[in-house]
């Protein structure tokens, strides 16, 4: 079998893979034209691509002898899964392997938006800093404070773990009822399910947990920012459209919320200037699972994915295991 990878892997995933099939990789941190992609992806049966990647109908139609997509990350809205399904394509994501480096950041961002770490690293930094001042570079404590988590799947679980530790009190929204869930999510975090109206009015802290869904894009727009506290700290290490930037970036010019700390952005890479321009800012570039370690387990939950399919068996990372029939039919 052939596999096309649109990125670098780490030594161990790489050598699996190239022990399982004929690999064509494009090492190169650099975007890969669009007509090199599809040029490349000619004749393979598999695709092991990362999230800039954009997989939909008119590649599935163009590439029809494609049979997988491993996408090295949790998130899979560069893939349309509807059309994957049509396609008899099985994908697969990384879940799990990333949760404590991305909570981490999220806690990173969290303190450093909270605290003004970055600011004063900059007033240091400039030389502005004549002395001890009472009132300088005051910020928000943590502790006995309202956190509210915009979807408890595994990284907000990780993210509560964490702000427990801090003395935070957890509320949480997410969609779908489910009681026994909500009952050990109270066991375990004291957290509070509540509506995403009410976590807005409520929390002193938010972070941002959910996927990127059709329903998910802009779930939190200039209706939800009018309903938070001045003094609120907003959190994203999801996907930046899970945010409306604009009503966002309002809400930080006009002080409706205080700062915010953003791991991802609506329009990747492009920032707008006025965000950039916002001292109340933590502005990171997407490196929500950037550490040596959780990079070189997605890799190889990739492979591992890859290499069970091709030998039969359902991989549990499969995102949409109903074309599991499909997939077999057409090896």
Known sequence: MKVFVTGK???RAFDALQNFAQVDAYESDDPMPREEFEARLDGKDALVCILGDKVDRELFQKRP?????????VGYDNINVADANDAGVLIT??????????????????????RRIVEADGFVRRGEWKG???????????????LGIVGMGRIGKAVAKRARAFGLNIIYARKGEDKKADDALKKAFEA???SL?????????????????????HLIGKAEFALMQPHCVLVNTSRGAVIDEEAMIEALESKRIASCGLDVFEREPLVPERLIALPNVVLAPHIGS??????????????????EAFSGKLPSNAVNPAVWDKFQGSR
């Open 192 to 194: 509070e399910r509540v």
């Open 197 to 217: 109206s009410d976590l807005c009015k409520r929390s002193d802290f938010i972070s941002v947990h959910c996927p990127l869904r059709q329903e998910t894009r």
């Open 132 to 146: 001890w001042k009472r009132e300088l570079m005051l910020g928000a404590e943590l502790h006995g404070k309202t």
């Open 290 to 307: 950037a550490t040596k370690e959780t990079r070189a387990g997605m890799d190889e939950l990739a492979i591992k994915g890859l290499v």
């Open 65 to 73: 002898q494609l049979k997988l997509v491993a996408n090295v990350a």
């Open 93 to 114: 994501n990384t879940p799990g392997v990333l949760d404590n480096a991305t909570a981490d950041l999220a806690f990173g961002l969290l303190l450093s938006a909270a």
């Open 9 to 11: 892997l780490s030594d």
